[in-house]
């Protein structure tokens, strides 16, 4: 027993080394990052998954299989043999190198799947490189691996809290896929070198040489190619978090504008809330995308912005207005359009459509243009039956508020003519969450 313990720590004290240097890093990372705290028992469990212990399981796997099962029943002649040997090592190693990553992203489960792929095969692809850089010396084997380890968890493992908590795709996908090429390259590299041992010292060397070459240069590709593609989310990142931002900023700025608005109509600056909710809710019940009711929730706070341009004396006008007076407030439609003409981006786009055109009617007959039917923007139609709801149920300095259930019957008759029967339909949908949204935004309270 004593001789064939030193017989093993000769043959591979130098990958018994990588598997605890693998070992400590991963139970180092599951501590740091999921704060995982078993340290004895990941040491264990990752030192008996490593891709160095895998492989010495495989090699011992293939001294039983090949010369008592193999040979046994299948006669190869010795140059066959010397061919086949090696590829037969080669299967066997896939084979468990495919367990032992198997096996590792069902332990790591703290990682995603393929987060635990990438991981466990950026370790393979080092000890398979180091294996052919080092083939015959176990202590260049020993210092590369250590080398290339140690950049692997500086240049990848530096932006493992990143990989791990954003949002938005990397390339994971090819990334694998690069490092599975790479891990069957290494494998047939090492094949051709097993094979080329038969040969003169001076074709040793030049064959090791010129795999080598071949080996670092893959690496050096997967190394740049993961580097483009974590640089290239990092970008996106950073420009989702700039729009956030400005969206965030428009929409204070809106909000505050329409506060404006409202105060100077004569109306509170509930309504403004109140229709900016209201118009989220039916167009969470058409189906529409987030982004697009983020965009409709924030625009419809600018649905009146052309009464900014309207006289005082018609805003603040205690009775109902005469025909002269109406035709002057219809304008505010047309007002919008100018003061948005010039302005850019997709909230103030959908704010231009909102303020335009939320009084245009789907039979033809609103203003100011007499859009009818689905040329009228799907945001003011929405914002239509969002406004005119709100307005039924508010007092005004003409008018009593109307009762829920009036105000519904009235929306529930326009259908078709004024309003679109879609939306409407949506509408009812939602009065329920419309009806606590207005009671939570009431008049009375505070901005």
């Known amino acids: 027993m004593s001789i064939f313990l030193s017989l093993f720590i000769e043959a591979y004290w130098a990958r018994m080394c990588t ?9 180092y990372s599951s ?55 090696p590829f037969f ?19 790591a489960h703290s990682l995603d799947k393929k987060n635990a792929i990438l991981d466990y095969m950026s370790y393979v692809i080092i000890g398979r490189l180091c294996m052919i850089f080092g083939a015959i010396y176990p202590t260049l084997y020993l210092i590369t691996y250590t080398i290339l380890t140690l950049l692997l968890v500086r240049h990848i493992r530096f932006q493992y809290d990143y990989m791990l908590n954003t949002n938005h795709p990397i390339n994971l996908h090819d990334m694998i896929r690069n490092r599975m090429f790479a891990f069957l390259l290494f494998e047939l590299l090492n094949c051709i070198m097993f094979i080329n041992f038969q040969s003169s010292e001076f074709a040793i ?57 409202e105060t100077k109509s004569g109306e509170t600056g509930m309504h403004v809330k109140r229709v900016s909710e209201y118009s989220a809710i039916i167009a969470e019940e058409l189906g529409i995308h987030e982004t697009a009711i983020r965009s409709i ?100 300095s003409y008018k009593d508020a109307w009762s829920a259930e009036d105000a519904q019957r009235e929306i529930a008759a326009e259908e078709g003519t004024h309003f679109s029967p879609e939306v409407v339909d949506a509408f009812f949908r939602g009065i329920e ?11 009375d309270t505070p901005l």
């Open 19 to 27: 598997a605890l240097l693998f070992s400590i890093i991963c139970t």
């Open 31 to 85: 501590a740091r990052y999921f704060n995982n705290k078993h340290i004895l028992r990941n040491l264990v469990v990752y030192f008996l998954l490593s891709e160095a212990f895998v492989g010495i399981v495989a090699e011992y796997i293939v001294a039983y299989v090949w010369p008592y099962v193999i040979c046994k029943y299948i006669i190869f002649r010795p140059i066959m043999s010397m061919y086949a040997f």
């Open 89 to 107: 090592c080669a299967f066997i190693d896939i084979l468990m190198i495919h367990v032992g990553c198997h096996l590792f992203r069902r332990y």
């Open 205 to 261: 060397i030049l064959v090791q040489f010129l795999t080598t070459i071949v080996g670092f240069i893959v690496y050096a590709f997967i190394s740049t190619f993961d580097r483009e593609s974590i640089r290239a989310t990092r970008e996106y990142d950073d420009k989702i978090a700039y729009m956030q931002q400005l969206e965030t900023s428009q929409e204070q700025i809106i909000q505050r504008f329409s506060e404006i608005m």
């Open 297 to 396: 929730r924030i625009a419809s706070m600018m649905h009146d912005v052309g009464k900014l341009l309207i006289s005082n004396e018609i805003l603040e006008k205690p009775a109902r207005l005469t025909d002269a007076e109406f035709e002057e407030m219809k304008l505010h439609t047309v007002y919008a359009e100018k003061l948005l003409a010039n302005s850019t981006g997709l909230i103030v786009n959908v704010a231009r459509d909102i303020a335009t055109q939320h009084h245009e009617r789907w039979d033809g007959t609103g203003y100011p243009n007499n859009l009818s039917g689905n040329d009228i923007s799907l945001a003011a139609q929405i914002v239509a039956v969002a406004d005119v709801y709100d307005a039924l149920t508010s007092v005004r």
């Open 433 to 443: 969450r419309i009806e606590n949204v207005r009671e939570m935004y009431r008049d």
